[in-house]
């Protein structure tokens, strides 16, 4: 069974620009996780979906992060514009489902962003 | 708030045993999870305690105090692959029930 994926594995844009990553769970999964690690801090939660619908995005830093999962399959998540202070590691996470169960929650590798 | 602590690094010798303790003060708890992170690599998941006490998986196991807000990761006949950041995160109790938070994780080091 083929894990989360991620793509790309590393990005390296301008500040202005925008970049969008994408999200591939595990087949089958309803739950999906965006989390992001800025250098030297821990993993932080930025939000979760139930199939196409946003459950929780209390974590999105700001306006200028979009995540969308159309079809309730793939995500993306894009930033437009890029800001330096969003460099960091961009992971993605999938259960299978998402109550109060003891689901694991499966990484991806993530992305690594570097905004200069 | 929200705060999860861990030791930044540890260092242990080949064939010992190490714990790795994380402390947590959250508004709500529904689990705790260890991870194991190696550079460059996803986190990928070593256990999961809801109850208090001991689970045990081959060389790795994990212990939980509700009352104390504490953790620990205890690692058995380490090997020189166990070198990783060890993250600790906490499942928070929401209307989103899948909410973790993650400590910034302990790095550790075997040396031969």
């Known amino acids: 069974e083929a894990g989360v994926t991620q793509f790309p594995s590393h990005s390296v844009i301008e500040k202005g620009q925008t970049v969008t990553l994408r999200c591939d769970p595990i087949?089958?999964?309803?739950?999906l996780y965006w989390y992001r690690r800025v250098m030297g801090k821990e993993i932080k939660f930025l939000l979760h979906f139930v199939k196409e619908s946003k459950q929780d995005e209390s974590g999105m830093p700001n306006n200028r992060f979009l995540a969308e999962r159309t079809g309730g399959t793939y995500s993306t998540l894009k930033v437009q514009p890029a800001e330096l202070e969003d460099s960091g590691v961009y992971f993605c996470?999938?259960?299978?489902?998402?109550?109060?169960?003891?689901?694991?929650?499966?990484f991806g590798p993530g992305t690594r962003l570097t905004v200069l | 708030g929200q705060n999860i602590d861990q030791p930044t690094e540890m260092t242990a010798t080949e064939g010992a045993i190490v714990q790795i303790n994380c402390t947590y003060q959250t508004s709500g708890f529904n689990g705790l999870f260890w991870y194991q992170q190696h550079a460059g690599e996803a986190p990928t998941f070593l256990s999961y305690n809801v109850l208090d006490g001991l689970e045990e998986k081959g060389r790795f196991s994990s212990f939980l105090s509700r009352s104390k807000g504490y953790s620990y990761l205890l690692l058995k006949e380490l090997q020189m692959k166990d070198s990783a950041s060890y993250l600790c995160a906490v499942r928070e109790t929401s209307s989103s029930a899948s909410k973790i938070i993650f400590g910034s994780g302990t790095r550790l080091s075997i040396r031969p």
């Open positions: 087949s089958g999964h309803d739950n």
């Open positions: 996470a999938s259960t299978q489902t998402g109550g109060v169960s003891t689901d694991t929650q499966y």
